[in-house]
């Protein structure tokens, strides 16, 4: 599905020529005559990106842009600002506004094509029009609110190290920002000792470009230093170069170089990175933790069946294909409502977490241990032939049974046993080559039959081999 990006300009002629080069790159194109309209626009067809004239009929570009980032829709998707002549201190006032990019209508069509890429990818990696939709409460995940710039790395790096010393001094950062300069060679020791910094702010010459940009090539190609945003400094002002930087990685360039009449834009510039990269890390952990929470049990800390049963499916194939023995046993806590009876639910939830501590502490390293559900849980030993299998499902039996539990509070001691159904997969007869589910139906019936024959014990589905 082609990107979709939005148009918004009072002049019908730029909007049509616009239309004409971003439909010729394969974009899909939505375009608006004013401010009101745009925004409008955007809640009903959720651009990827708005290209916006400097003035429009309604409002100002900057007035635009603000409108957009105040909204709940708009506050974290790309606004490119097209401007009219080389005026920086209007640049300045643009981006001050929230506008990610800021060009002049000089622009050349590769840099101008660059830009939209780097744009839409910065937005795409970010996983926003996912996460926008998919990351609130009613999902299990929270709105993230660690402060984006608080300790921020921001790493300088020029051929001339006394180049980007000079860099590091003009640009007279807050400290919750903390600066290092470099030469090509230092920063990658750098990374390998500290690790990647949250953003690279790297010189290229425009006239012998070809030193800053294998680095930034080699840099951007690197998986350590896949989160890090890059802000290229391209001192000789080539839109060709520039171009180049945005397609080899860079996630934004500042052209004609960088002096301290210029800090205020490369201030901008690098707090729209650092919020860039504050807002893709908190969304990544967001999915991260949401992940980890629909998987894994809150009291036990053990996998859920949601993540059990397939893993227990990918163990039994590759038992099968290896013709090796796997082991499956159900365990379920015998008489657990009578303890929740008696001693009451807290009580019944800390003897959970211990019981799992105890099995954890007898199981191979290898072994899959889930909770199930209630007082269940499932165990898999890969490569565990029947006779070890056995003596596995009975020290875990021992382990529980032998010692009662001495909790907080309680009056005595508190007795507690298990029962474990086992069946045996995998292995080199047809006979033992069973799926997941026909092995955990099994270890099920034997379980019941544990349960029924009087607790406390094993039961193998059938003889041991």
Known sequence: ?????????????????????????????????????????????????????????????ETFCQKIKASETGRDRPVLLIMPASDRAALVSALRC??????????????????????IRGQYISGQSFL???????????????????????AIVADDRSLARQWQNDLRLPQQYKLSNHTPRSLMRDI????????????????????????????????RSA???????????????????????????LLNGFTREEAEETMLRLTRLARRKHLADSMHSTVRNGLRAALIDPLTGLYNRRYAFPHLQKMAEEAAKASDPLAVMVADIDHFKQINDQHGHVAGDEILRRVTKRMAACLPGDALLARLGGEEFLIATPSTPGSEARQIARRLCDTIGNAPFNLPGATAL?????????????GRTAQQTTSAMQLLEQADRALYGAKSDGRNQVMFSRPAA
């Open 227 to 253: 989160s890090t945003k890059v802000l290229a400094v391209i001192t000789a002002g080539e839109d060709a170069v520039a171009a180049e930087a945005l397609d080899l990685g860079a996630n934004d360039v």
């Open 98 to 119: 929230g506008a990610d990019q800021v060009l002049f209508d000089t622009v050349s069509d590769p840099l101008l094509f660059s830009q939209v890429r780097a744009l």
């Open 1 to 61: 599905m082609p990107s979709k990006i939005l148009i918004v300009d009072g002049m019908a002629i730029d909007r049509t020529v616009m239309r004409i080069k971003l439909a010729s790159a394969y974009y899909d194109v939505i375009q608006a005559s004013n401010g009101t309209e745009a925004l409008s626009i955007i809640d009903s067809e959720d651009p990827d990106l708005v290209m916006a004239g400097h003035t429009l009929s309604d409002m100002t570009g």
């Open 414 to 426: 508190i007795p507690v046993t298990i029962s474990i159904g086992l069946s045996l997969g995998g």
């Open 132 to 154: 926008q939709d998919n990351s609130g409460p009613e999902f299990g995940f929270s709105e993230p609110t660690t402060p984006f710039l608080s300790t921020l790395r921001i």
């Open 192 to 223: 390998e000792m500290r690790g990647a910094p949250d953003i690279l702010m790297v010189g290229i010459d425009g006239q012998i470009p070809e030193c800053g940009l294998q680095l930034l090539a080699a840099f951007c190609a690197n998986s």
